[in-house]
């Protein structure tokens, strides 16, 4: 299974912004529909948003208009900018090839912390 790198995670207080990064390869950027997930303590992991190899964007409702997915082919790299972050937020975050035509690849997961 292709591995992604995560990074970008940490600790902030509510109302604050954290980007994540993920490092792919470029076939698994060119090719798959990528995606970012949750998984807060003692709950399931949860798709926060999703972007096609042709750019269309999708969010889960709790993050719409807080949260931004994007990526940068020039640099290999999935992004995830999260503003107004509420404590609600806090899990580890993943980033993940949907799994669809072949598409499987995880990465270890990044700690986002948001205090009050």
Do not use: H
Not at 32 to 58: F, N
Not at 84 to 113: F, H, I, M, N, R
């Amino acid at each position: 299974q292709v591995q992604l790198v995560e990074s970008g995670g940490g600790s902030v207080q509510a109302g604050g912004s954290l980007k994540l990064s993920c490092a792919a390869s470029k076939y698994i950027l060119s090719n798959c529909e990528m995606g970012w997930y949750r998984q807060a303590p003692g709950k399931e992991r949860e798709l926060v948003s999703t972007i096609t190899t042709d750019g269309t964007t999708t969010y889960e409702d709790s993050v719409k208009g807080r949260f931004t997915i994007s990526q940068d082919n020039t640099k290999n790299t999935l992004y995830l900018q999260m503003t107004g972050l509420k404590t609600e937020d806090t899990a580890v975050y993943y980033c993940g090839a949907v799994p669809a035509g072949g598409c499987s690849a995880w990465g270890q997961g990044t700690q986002v912390t948001v205090s009050s």
